[in-house]
């Protein structure tokens, strides 16, 4: 099986969540709906490489709605006060929401064949929170991701993201796909941080995919950007790792080398 896109395959399918929100757990028990999306700097830095490589690229989410940035992802504050980045990247995304393909109306999953699949060369998932709420356990993202894993094609996530992986579980007998994989991701340390900020608790990903058999990599790599590669699939922890992980998904798909 093979990692490379053939000249005739430069699509990559970018899966994005619905929600707009994800679920909060207050210290008086009560759980609130807490606005998020997804994170603009990790979608944007990846797709600037894609777009500039030459790919094509269509967006797809459970239900087809229209997805938001996470609100505390556009705040000149997530951009280290770099106007102009934030600029940029802001206006990527929304140029996108006006194309024919775009984002501002992603394909429903249900609506992507196995024979649509065969067509992409490879699958990014960024984050933000709003992956908790309606991708880890969604049962078409299983179907999709089972595609990409089984022809061992290029599958790219980060931050939150990779929680998009545990709706494997949900085909193939309830078996999670990516058992005994390293991978990367926002690690329990650093969600232990916004749940501070949050005064609540939030699932954490990093346990959620350790319980699932998964190789997690934390430490101060992760927390710098390190992006992790294990067999078809890159992660990257948090949005430090956005442009980097761009680049070695492209040299993933045209069959170069990946090296950590």
Same mark, same amino acid.
């Given at each position: ?39 603009? $700097? ?180 992760? $927390? ?27 040299? $993933? ?8």
């Amino acid at each position: 099986m093979s990692t490379t896109a053939s000249s005739s395959s430069k699509k990559v399918l970018i899966i994005v969540s619905d929600a707009h929100s994800f679920p909060l757990e207050k210290p008086n028990g009560n759980t609130v709906d807490q606005p998020s999306g997804y994170f603009l $700097m990790e979608l944007a830095k990846p797709l600037t490489k894609l777009l500039d490589a030459g790919y094509e690229v269509n967006f797809a989410s459970p239900l087809g709605k229209e997805p938001q940035p996470d609100p505390l992802s556009t705040t000149l504050l997530a951009f280290a006060g770099n106007y102009w980045e934030q600029k940029r990247e802001t206006e990527l995304v929304e140029g996108k929401m006006k194309t024919e393909k775009n984002l501002k109306h992603p394909t429903p999953f249900a609506e992507i064949s196995d024979q649509d699949l065969e067509s992409y060369a490879g699958v990014f998932i960024p984050g933000g929170h709003a992956p908790l709420s309606d991708l880890g356990d969604n049962k078409e993202l299983g179907r999709i991701l089972s595609h990409f894993h089984s022809r061992q094609k290029p599958t790219a996530i980060i931050c939150h993201g990779p929680y998009a992986l545990l709706s494997t579980k949900t085909v193939g007998g309830g078996e999670f796909a990516y058992k005994g994989y390293r991978l990367s991701c926002w690690s329990n340390a650093e969600e232990k941080i916004m749940d501070t900020l949050f005064w609540g608790e939030i699932e954490k990903v990093e346990s959620a995919l350790r319980e699932s058999g998964a190789e997690m990599t934390t430490g101060v790599g992760e $927390m710098v950007g390190v992006v992790t590669v294990d067999r078809e699939v890159l992660s990257g922890g948090n949005p430090m790792a956005a442009n980097a992980l761009g680049e070695k998904f492209i040299a $993933m798909m045209e069959g170069k080398s990946t090296s950590s």
